[in-house]
Nanobody, 123 residues
Framework: QVQLVEFGGGSVQAGGSLRLSCAAS????????MGWFRQPPGKEREFVARITWSGSNTYYADSVKGRFTISRDNAKNTVYLQMNSLKPEDTAVYYCAAAIATYSYTRTDFNSWGQGTQVTVSS
């Protein structure tokens, strides 16, 4: 397994931007598909975005498509989530996760998780 730590959460007004980072330990980071999930207050954890090990394939939830961008730097063992045009409904704890299977996007596909970082969007 890989250890994951998220950075970059905070509070922002609607329409603003934030960039989340997730630092991974271990020399096999570039073999994992990486994903971002979020858990809004009182709701289930939901898929946001994922990127394959090479960075060549990305996939997004409909709710964030066109506003969020996932990327990775394998040399730095880091995955990013650039969030633009933020809305109050984006408020959640955001989690970074790692999966072995290439085209993973469901919670059960991912077996390593970070602790989460809070994102709050005010109207």
């Amino acid at each position: 397994q890989v250890q994951l730590v998220e950075f970059g959460g905070g509070s922002v007004q609607a329409g603003g931007s934030l960039r989340l980072s997730c630092a991974a330990s271990g020399r096999t980071f570039n073999t994992y598909t990486m994903g971002w999930f979020r858990q809004p207050p009182g709701k289930e954890r939901e898929f946001v975005a994922r990127i394959t090990w090479s960075g060549s394939n990305t996939y997004y939830a409909d709710s964030v498509k066109g506003r969020f961008t996932i990327s990775r730097d394998n040399a730095k063992n880091t995955v990013y989530l650039q969030m633009n045009s933020l809305k109050p409904e984006d408020t959640a704890v955001y989690y970074c996760a790692a999966a072995i299977a290439t085209y993973s996007y469901t919670r059960t596909d991912f077996n390593s998780w970070g602790q989460g970082t809070q994102v709050t969007v005010s109207s």
